[in-house]
């Protein structure tokens, strides 16, 4: 979806809503975490003020995982704000180094770009199916959210067994 710059200076600071969505498949194929993704439904709205063009709203969707611990797939509605500011590549705007503005080259903003970096950006690199998953059990591959085994997955460094058989002794 594109937004027209002079469409959005004739509404003299009126903000206009729109409404758009996101093609889940490349999206998909852009993030490894991602398994499985409806559309990314975009609510949002624009302004000019001054010389610059604010764009803020949210993005939703339903996002399945496979949990980075447990190995176990788990479906998660995602919820996602955005805040972008863009400026015309000829615009006289003094761009202050911090603040992150996209330069826009024609009349026309183009949302979907940068809508998707936003997107790829506030996915988990390592979802958990819980904040307390239990993973799997490094000794028997059970799940150890739903099954309890007898393996003892002891920890010892190496460099400091010889220690631990000193305390055993002692
Ligand atoms: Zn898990
Ligand atoms: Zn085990």
Redesign the pocket.
């Known amino acids: 979806m594109n937004l027209k710059l002079t469409e959005l200076g004739q509404r003299k600071g009126e903000p206009l809503p729109f409404r758009t969505t996101l093609d889940p498949i490349e999206l998909k194929h852009r993030h490894q975490e991602i398994r499985g993704l409806s559309p990314v439904e975009v609510n949002g709205e624009a302004v000019k003020l001054g010389d610059l063009y604010y764009v803020k709203g949210e993005m939703k969707a339903e996002v399945d995982y496979a949990c980075a611990r447990c190995l176990k797939r788990f479906r998660s509605q995602v919820s996602i704000p955005f805040s972008e500011t863009f400026a015309p590549a000829d615009a006289d705007v003094e761009l202050d180094e911090d603040a992150e503005i996209h330069l826009v080259e024609d009349d026309e903003i183009e949302l979907a770009p940068v809508l998707q970096e936003d997107f790829l950006l506030a996915i988990p690199a390592f979802p958990l199916c819980a904040d307390d998953c239990r993973g799997l ?1 490094p ?4 799940n150890r959210n739903e099954e309890t ?3 003892k ?1 002891e920890r010892i460094d190496p460099r400091l067994a010889g220690l631990a058989d000193f305390f055993k002794d002692s």
């Open positions: 059990c000794t028997c591959g059970v085994c007898s393996c997955n």
